[in-house]
């Protein structure tokens, strides 16, 4: 059974770190490119970063670049996001996704990723 699983959400106050992280199940995870998104309250979802299969190429969203970083471990079959220096405004359900790619492909197609753990909340408050 496919299945990802998200963990590592949790409070934090503005100026901490938390690590995310997504097990992959049932599928060879090295075939695909991992992509976290995350969607805030009365916000549309929106994709924060990718890594492609390969690990080699990395994408972020403006809004996180130079705080948060992607990374993959395909022997644990996990793909790990990195927070540091959080603010309010990354206040959301995260969540992994998946999409299965050709070898160095590309991860930013946000709108085709079809694979989806249920989420974790990350709270980021004084």
């Known amino acids: 059974q496919f299945t990802l699983v998200e963990s590592g959400g949790g409070l934090v106050q503005p100026g901490g770190s938390l690590r995310l992280s997504c097990a992959a199940s049932?599928?060879?995870?090295?075939?695909?490119?991992i992509g976290w998104f995350r969607q805030a309250p009365g916000k549309e979802r929106e994709g924060v970063s990718c890594?492609?299969?390969?690990?080699?190429?990395?994408t972020y969203a403006d809004s996180v670049k130079g705080r948060f970083t992607i990374s993959r471990d395909n022997a644990k079959n996990t793909v790990y996001l990195q927070m540091n220096n959080l603010k309010p405004e990354d206040t959301a359900v995260y969540y992994c996704?998946?999409?299965?790619?050709?070898?160095?492909?590309?991860?930013?197609?946000?709108?085709?990723?079809?694979?989806w753990g249920q989420g974790t909340q990350v709270t980021v408050s004084s």
């Open positions: 996704s998946a999409l299965f790619t050709r070898p160095f492909a590309p991860c930013s197609s946000w709108s085709q990723y079809n694979y």
């Open positions: 049932g599928f060879t995870v090295s075939w695909y490119a």
């Open positions: 890594i492609s299969n390969s690990g080699s190429t990395t």
